[in-house]
């Protein structure tokens, strides 16, 4: 997928101020649409300064976009890296999930997650009105689902300048991890989002909860997986070994002759909840180097007395 950089497509800076970022569009608006322009594509010119206003008219998308842009450029393959949108508190307004369609698959992988103004909110006058819910996106240990935690979380707020430039500004709040959160649930604030008219209460802010990496384990929904390194003879003798889980080290039975790639399960070690999710043990068969004349020996005492072929049931001449 090619990156679009929507500043040249606007033909605007990328300091450019917001009053600038309008004017721009209905200059492009004005030469190319589609009823009254005489330009050679006219129409897909309309519609790229259209998906590229539809970023930079709003603060938060084009924060968002700009920390992302800064590794790319225009014409190069491009693929949002994971939870490239963590740390930045949007709004419950933005484009409809029936607008993604309109726009670019550039602009679906980024935007097409986004949050769509609440039911009923959007051009109320009332002079009492609650404010609008706030969306962030946050991630976690593995082991803060396991046992609950309490974590500070900086996250960057867009807003506009005096002088119409987007700016960033940092909101630390200590938020408390629920025992058993998942992957894709959200943690409530209340009384964290917009400020409210009139007196009105102020929205919430909703923090979507993602898992960091983590250097032993994966999870897929409510399981846990461990990729378990086993000596070769653990594996066809069978062995009882210890093994690491996020609640603790557990010994664990492999069964003799155990291949590469087995899954043991450890019920009910996965993720916690009412109904907690299993743990699987992946075997991965680790050999021994042959870095020694004693192992290089005893790797051809094997070849001489298993008669091991691994290849038996293929046709290879």
Avoid: C
């Avoid at 004005?30 to 709003?58: I, N, T």
């Avoid at 939870?83 to 709004?91: I, L, S, V």
């Avoid at 689902?145 to 700016?167: C, K, Q």
């Avoid at 399960?265 to 075997?283: A, E, F, H, N, T």
Wanted: no cysteine; hydrophobic share 35%.
């Amino acid at each position: 997928m090619e990156y679009k950089d929507y500043y040249e497509t606007m033909g605007v800076a990328r300091d450019a101020t917001q009053d600038e970022i309008k004017r721009a569009h209905r200059k492009l608006a004005r030469k190319y649409h589609p009823d009254v322009s005489k330009e050679p594509d006219a129409e897909a010119h309309f519609k790229e300064a259209g998906e590229a206003y539809e970023v930079l008219k709003d603060p938060e998308k084009r924060a968002a976009y700009d920390r992302l842009g800064r590794q790319w450029k225009a014409g190069q393959d491009f693929r949002p890296p994971p939870d490239w949108d963590a740390g930045f508190e949007f709004r419950g307004g933005g484009y409809t999930a029936g607008d993604a369609g309109v726009f670019s698959k550039f602009f679906e992988e980024l935007f097409g997650g986004g949050y769509a103004r609440p039911a009923g909110t959007a051009g109320r006058r009332a002079f009492r009105m609650r404010g609008e819910h706030h969306h962030a996106k946050v991630s976690i240990d593995l082991e803060d689902s396991f046992s609950g935690a309490t974590r500070s979380f900086s996250l960057g707020v867009p807003e506009l300048s005096e002088d119409g430039h987007v700016v960033t500004r940092d909101r630390t709040l200590s938020v408390r991890i629920p025992k058993g959160i998942r992957p894709g649930q959200q943690i409530r604030l209340a009384g964290q989002g917009g400020s409210g008219l009139g007196g009105a209460e102020s929205g919430d802010l909703y923090l979507a909860v993602e898992f960091q990496d983590h250097p032993l384990y994966s999870v897929d929904g409510a399981d846990i997986f461990l990729d378990l390194p086993v000596a070769p003879w653990e594996a066809a003798l069978g062995a009882r070994i210890a093994a690491p889980t996020p609640s603790g080290v557990v010994d664990i039975k492999i069964p003799a002759n155990s291949t590469q790639g087995r899954k043991l399960r450890l019920k009910g070690r996965g993720l916690v909840g009412k109904q907690p999710g299993d743990m699987y043990v992946v075997l991965q068969v680790a050999l021994p180097p042959a870095n020694s004349d004693a192992a290089k020996t005893l790797y051809r005492q094997m070849e001489d007395q298993l008669g091991f072929n691994p290849r038996a049931t293929m046709r290879v001449s």
